[in-house]
């Protein structure tokens, strides 16, 4: 069964995006992911500090 997800906090950090989440545990999680074509780069992390700093290190590998 498949999940809704409703991302608040969504921000923007070069071509990837973070946004703010409940599981479907009712935890909070943080999700960072690129939005480039054929990246394919997307993690899931338990602090918003750990989303942002991938966001800000990641390179994408396609060109």
């Known amino acids: 069964m ?3 997800r409703r991302f ?3 921000v ?10 409940y599981d479907g545990r009712g935890r909070e999680k943080h999700t960072a992911a690129c ?3 054929r990246c394919g780069f997307a ?6 500090a750990a989303a ?10 396609v060109r």
């Not at 923007?12 to 989440?21: F, H, K, L, N, S």
């Not at 942002?52 to 590998?61: D, G, I, K, S, V």
């Open 35 to 37: 939005t480039a074509p």
């Open 2 to 4: 498949t999940t809704i």
């Open 12 to 21: 923007r950090i070069g071509p990837v995006q973070v946004a703010t989440y």
């Open 8 to 10: 608040r906090r969504v």
């Open 52 to 61: 942002e700093l991938a966001a800000r290190t990641h390179r994408c590998a």
């Open 43 to 48: 993690t899931v992390y338990d602090s918003r």
